[in-house]
Antibody, heavy 124, light 106 residues
Framework: QVQLQQSGPGLVKPSQTLSLTCAIS??????????WNWIRQSPSRGLEWLGR?????????DYAESVKSRITINPDTSKNQFSLQLNSVTPEDTAVYYC??????????????WGQGTLVTVSS | DIQMTQSPSSLSASVGDRVTITCRAS??????LSWYQQQPGKAPKLLIY???SLQSGVPSRFSGSGSGTDFTLTISSLQPEDFATYYC?????????FGQGTKVEI
């Protein structure tokens, strides 16, 4: 059974960097058949896909256009986890952040395992 | 990005009722659609993928149908644990997008 355990601060000051980590059990971050994602949820934006990292012959990342200039998602193979960094945050980045496994990268993919969610508030 | 529109935004129902939620895509997405259930304070849970395939462990009272731009999620006999918010999500595009949600209330 795959489990995703999130960690990281729940309060970040404006203009600073939001950092979250997702520890994986029951699967490998290096698996070549799935991808590892971050999705956030807020009342104003709903569920919003932010980006993913995945391993095929090498590591790849894809990011949403809305955050592309500010986001980094990195795998950590030594700890079997992946992380999210979102720079220059504003109050609009206040949301519940989820780490999520996706079943594949081909059309028809689905998000089958979710972390518990972390409420991140951007406030001074 | 592909826009997903759900209706209604909320509905009131009783235990034992048959409930239908619709989801419309802004362009054809074949059958590349999933449905999720979210309980308050919890992460979304996958119910259906490929428009009509039931995820392992999900009760058979949940069913999905549709193709192209119009899809439905049906709960054949509403149970107390089904009162939640439901979301559709398209996987036609590499950028996943979700509907705004349908809240099923008592």
């Amino acid at each position: 059974q795959v489990q995703l355990q999130q960690s990281g601060p729940g309060l970040v000051k404006p203009s600073q960097t939001l950092s979250l980590t997702c520890a994986i059990s029951g699967d490998s971050v290096s698996s070549t058949s799935v991808a590892w994602n971050w999705i956030r949820q807020s009342p104003s934006r709903g569920l919003e896909w932010l980006g993913r990292t995945y391993s095929r012959s090498k590591w790849y990342n894809d990011y949403a256009e809305s955050v592309k200039s500010r986001i980094t998602i990195n795998p950590d193979t030594s700890k079997n986890q992946f992380s999210l960094q979102l720079n220059s945050v504003t109050p609009e980045d206040t949301a519940v952040y989820y780490c999520v496994r996706v079943s594949s990268l081909t059309a028809g993919y689905y998000f089958d395992y979710w972390g518990q969610g972390t409420l991140v508030t951007v406030s001074s | 990005d592909i826009q997903m529109t759900q209706s209604p935004s909320s509905l009131s129902a009783s235990v034992g009722d048959r409930v239908t939620i619709t989801c419309r895509a802004s362009q054809s997405i074949s059958t590349y659609l999933s449905w999720y259930q979210q309980q308050p304070g919890k992460a979304p849970k996958l119910l259906i993928y490929g428009a009509s395939s039931l995820q392992s462990g999900v009760p058979s009272r949940f069913s999905g149908s549709g193709s192209g731009t119009d899809f439905t999620l049906t709960i054949s006999s509403l149970q107390p644990e089904d009162f939640a918010t439901y979301y559709c999500q398209q996987s036609y595009s590499t950028v996943a997008t979700f509907g705004q949600g349908t809240k099923v209330e008592i």
